[in-house]
């Protein structure tokens, strides 16, 4: 059940700073209890606490995200992520710009390399955003993407 | 007729999957048109991968998935023949799986 309240802006609950910057992120997220909840909501700072953690999220550069600069379609916009990051327990796709930022989350079984593709929709030109779990950690890396609607380019 | 179409290949010590699922994927965000009404969502929520029976994915999706949803994903350990299984749910409960054998 979707809950389409009201919109609630998104900002103050991600930081978005500078790489090498700790970003404001909630702590402590278990991908694996991932509910419903987390997806309809509009306030990314609760969708992604699912659970209390010890640490802040922070961006590693081993956590490779890989979108186009430009995506004429914010309908379809291919993003890959990969990691050479061991020990990778879940991967979550976040787009900064949505009404509701978080888009997938993936839960890795054992035999499973960390690597996703897929393709998402994108409101707007924003940064989007790769999480990657190592045990109780988070990294993440950004990739500002550029969308424009009606396809023009520039 | 299944709407997902599954590729699985080895590459080196690498499986590599694609698969592409048709489906609306309605983030319940989009007005109709014609009618000025909000399409009603609906989305695959989660899309499960399984090698062998194994789960080596378990995908949790939103609306802001694109529509006919393309997923990929490598794992270790398969071998020509074994077989790989994509199962999506959707909000609605509706439900399909498609298995395909490793080449």
């Given at each position: 059940m979707i809950d389409t309240t009201r919109r609630t802006l998104?900002?103050?609950?991600?930081a978005i700073g500078p790489v090498g910057a700790a970003v404001a992120l909630a702590p402590g997220?278990?991908?694996?209890?991932?509910?419903q909840a987390a997806f309809a909501s509009q306030d990314l700072g609760s969708a992604l606490k699912a659970r209390l953690g010890s640490s802040a999220p922070e961006t590693n550069d081993a956590v490779r995200i890989k979108a186009p600069d430009l995506a004429e379609n914010g309908a379809v916009v291919p993003v890959t992520v990969e990691t050479s990051l061991p020990n990778v327990t879940a991967i979550a796709i976040v787009a900064a710009g949505n009404e509701r930022p978080l888009v997938a989350s993936f839960v890795l079984g054992?035999?499973?390399?960390p690597y996703v593709s897929t393709r998402v929709k994108m409101a707007k030109t924003a940064d989007l955003i790769a999480v990657v779990k190592q045990g109780e950690r988070l990294f993440i890396n950004i990739k500002n993407v550029k969308v424009t609607i009606g396809g023009c380019g520039g | 007729m299944s709407d997902i179409k599954v590729r699985a290949k080895l590459e080196g010590t690498e499986t590599v999957v694609k698969c592409l699922i048709s489906h609306?994927?309605?983030?319940?965000?989009?007005?109709?048109?014609?009618?000025?009404?909000l399409v009603p969502a609906h989305f695959i929520e989660e899309v499960v991968c399984k090698w062998k029976g194994e789960v080596v994915l378990t995908a949790s999706w939103s609306g802001?998935?694109?529509?006919?949803p393309y997923l990929s994903f490598k794992f270790l350990g398969g071998a020509a023949g074994d077989p790989v299984e994509i199962t999506w749910k959707d909000n609605l409960g509706q439900s399909q799986s498609e298995t395909a054998p490793i080449s």
């Open positions: 998104f900002k103050g609950s991600l997220l278990l991908l694996a209890d991932w509910n054992p035999a499973a390399l | 609306p994927m309605e983030n319940g965000l989009r007005k109709d048109a014609k009618t000025g009404e802001g998935i694109s529509k006919n």
